[in-house]
């Protein structure tokens, strides 16, 4: 349903971002998506669906702009929704991904009830909205999958009986309800595979996540790998040589307080490094920057705190909450290690921005790190990957034994490595693959 002004029909162009508000790497593909169409279909008219409605527009628009240093050129429509609670993962105890997806559907239809666009492009996952806009409100369907809803690997986690976050222990040690699991994941997998193939265009971030979508949604036709934009630039005045500001080397770990980041890894393995007596004086720091979406985010850092307590750390972990973009680089350019933890990240854009800032990564050994971003530059190192906590605390003790010259190596090999994943690039392959959407 176009709109009109001056006499002349203009496209409307919608991205579905329940979370738009959040500062993570998602919410930086948005507000990247959207100046780089501004700046190629200025005449367009641009909505996004929020479920953010305790802020304003302005609000969501100036913490776009203080988090990424992205500000908008033409004006943004948001439509505010106020059935968000109905994908929250804390209203679904159990069958959380059926649950989900059902309660996208009901957000989908509040949206497409408040505003038909001409174009529908679901940015945040939420693949069961696809056939709603499709077929129901005649749009052009677009999707950007940061992550599978599910997964093979998720599929195997529970075939092989395997405690997870997401994969309760009580069910690791019953075969029946084992099998079960399998089962309905199996079926939910298939009905994910549906959904998605009603996408016109796919962009995936990552080698990993390619994969992944291929083998559910098989529409390898219009599939592409679209890297998210990294703001490489912004780091690259940084300077490479270790900068102190405060005694004992700084670790920096950058990411929303989620559960699949798997921040209480990194607080055991730096406990550990701590307890191996690492020959230095005083003792290395670690800091935790992150963003919290909502009361759950909250309780779960106020846990991570209770940890450190309990591991007797809680002088030498600092947490960093919604910081601005200003603080961020601050702590980067003073870092000596970036650590990362989670398993199969699906890209990875903290890493990425670790590497630019100069920082030595350590990150997870899989998903996109492991594929696309610590892989060798020109034959030479740019990182480094581990997996348990005693592979993080030996690699993180291994770093920090290096000579300043060997880690100014790696730190220059990273920052050489990464320009692939700039906004430049970002905006030039999103571009390319939108076009089907607005021929």
Same mark, same amino acid.
């Given at each position: ?6 006499? $002349? ?16 790497? *998602? ?60 994908? /929250? ?19 989908? &239809? ?97 080698? &990993? ?5 291929l083998s559910l949604w098989k529409v390898g036709n219009c599939t592409s790998i679209v890297y998210p934009p990294c703001d490489v630039q912004t780091f690259l005045d940084i ?21 699949? $980041? ?17 020959? /230095? ?38 947490? $960093? ?26 890209? *990875? ?9 100069g920082t030595v990564i350590l990150a997870h050994n899989s998903g996109g790190p492991k594929l696309d971003i610590v892989v060798p530059h020109e034959g030479e190192i740019t990182g480094f990957l581990a997996e348990s906590e005693e592979d993080y605390? /030996? ?31 970002? /905006? ?12």
């Amino acid at each position: 349903m176009s709109a009109s002004k001056n006499g $002349k029909i203009q496209r409307v162009i919608a991205f579905f971002h329940p979370y738009c508000n959040a500062g993570g790497g *998602g919410e930086r593909v948005l507000w990247c998506a959207l100046r780089a169409l501004q700046k190629k279909y200025p005449e367009a008219v641009y909505v996004v669906y929020t479920g953010d409605i305790n802020v304003s527009g302005q609000q969501i628009l100036e913490g776009a702009f203080r988090r990424f240093n992205i500000r908008l050129i033409h004006p943004v429509q948001f439509v505010f929704l106020r059935k968000r609670y109905l994908v /929250e993962d804390s209203h679904y105890p159990r069958f959380t991904l059926l649950g989900q997806s059902l309660g996208s559907i009901f957000l989908g &239809w509040e949206a497409l009830m408040q505003y038909v666009p001409d174009v529908y492009i679901d940015s945040m996952g939420y693949a069961f909205t696809l056939p709603l806009f499709k077929y129901l409100g005649g749009c052009r369907v677009g999707s950007y999958v940061h992550y599978p809803t599910i997964s093979t690997d998720m599929l195997s986690v529970v075939k092989n009986r395997n405690a997870r976050f997401n994969n309760a222990g009580f069910i690791t040690r019953n075969p029946f309800l084992s099998k079960v699991k399998l089962i309905y994941y199996y079926l939910f997998a298939s009905i994910y595979g549906l959904v998605g193939s009603c996408s016109d265009v796919v962009m995936v971030n990552s080698s &990993w996540t390619l994969n992944h979508i291929l083998s559910l949604w098989k529409v390898g036709n219009c599939t592409s790998i679209v890297y998210p934009p990294c703001d490489v630039q912004t780091f690259l005045d940084i300077p490479l040589h270790e900068k102190k500001t405060k005694p004992g080397h700084l670790l920096v770990s950058i990411g929303q307080f989620r559960p699949e $980041k798997n921040h209480p890894l990194q607080i055991r393995a730096f406990a550990k490094l701590l307890n191996k007596k690492v020959s /230095e004086s005083p003792s290395p720091r670690l800091v935790l920057i992150g963003g919290c979406r909502n009361k759950d985010d909250e309780l779960r850092v106020n846990q991570l705190r209770r940890l450190c307590e309990d591991l007797k750390v809680q002088e030498d972990v600092e947490f $960093k909450i919604n910081i601005p973009f200003d603080e961020l680089k601050k702590y980067l350019s003073e870092a000596v290690i970036g650590l990362h933890t989670m398993w199969n990240e699906h890209f *990875g854009i903290g890493v990425v921005e670790c590497m630019a800032a100069g920082t030595v990564i350590l990150a997870h050994n899989s998903g996109g790190p492991k594929l696309d971003i610590v892989v060798p530059h020109e034959g030479e190192i740019t990182g480094f990957l581990a997996e348990s906590e005693e592979d993080y605390a /030996e690699t993180m003790a291994h770093i920090l034994s290096l000579s300043a010259e060997k880690r100014l190596q790696i730190r220059k090999n990273a920052r050489a490595s990464v320009s692939r994943f700039s906004d430049q690039e970002f /905006e030039a392959s999103f571009l390319s693959s939108v076009e089907k959407l607005l021929e």
